[in-house]
């Protein structure tokens, strides 16, 4: 089980930090990603930390934001800086229960939190 929290409404330039608590496995033995899902687009991946804890991003991000983990809270927290209007979506985690899959596709992941709303006003 996996839930996601930390959304909210901010402005442009500011910063938010999202929590995804899981439940029931070790996160050192998973793949953690986070996905955000904007209206009337596809859900995308945005970072995804595997086993070995080296983070994997989308381009797209320009380094703006940041995956990581807290082994003893078993959380993995992304930090999102610099936010802007486009970044508005809904971002979910997500885990792969293999941990061997490519991190940067959905379809690798095997259990989704219920999504957490970021709105970004301009």
């Known amino acids: 089980q996996l839930q996601a929290s930390g959304g909210g409404l901010v402005q442009a330039g500011d910063s938010l930090r999202l929590s995804c608590r899981i439940h029931?496995?070790?996160?050192?033995?998973?793949?953690i990603g986070w996905f955000r899902q904007a209206p009337g687009k596809e859900r995308e991946f945005v970072a995804a930390?595997?086993?070995?804890?080296?983070?994997e991003y989308a381009d797209a991000l320009n380094a703006r934001f940041t995956i990581s983990r807290d082994v003893t809270k078993n959380t993995v927290s992304l930090q999102m800086d610099s936010l802007s209007p486009e970044d508005t979506a809904v971002y979910y985690c997500?885990?792969?229960?293999?941990?061997?899959?490519?991190?940067?596709?959905?379809?690798?992941?095997?259990?989704w939190g219920q999504g957490t709303q970021v709105t970004v006003s301009s």
């Open positions: 997500a885990a792969d229960q293999t941990a061997y899959g490519d991190p940067r596709r959905r379809g690798s992941y095997d259990y």
């Open positions: 930390i595997p086993r070995s804890g080296r983070a």
């Open positions: 029931g496995r070790t996160i050192v033995t998973l793949i």
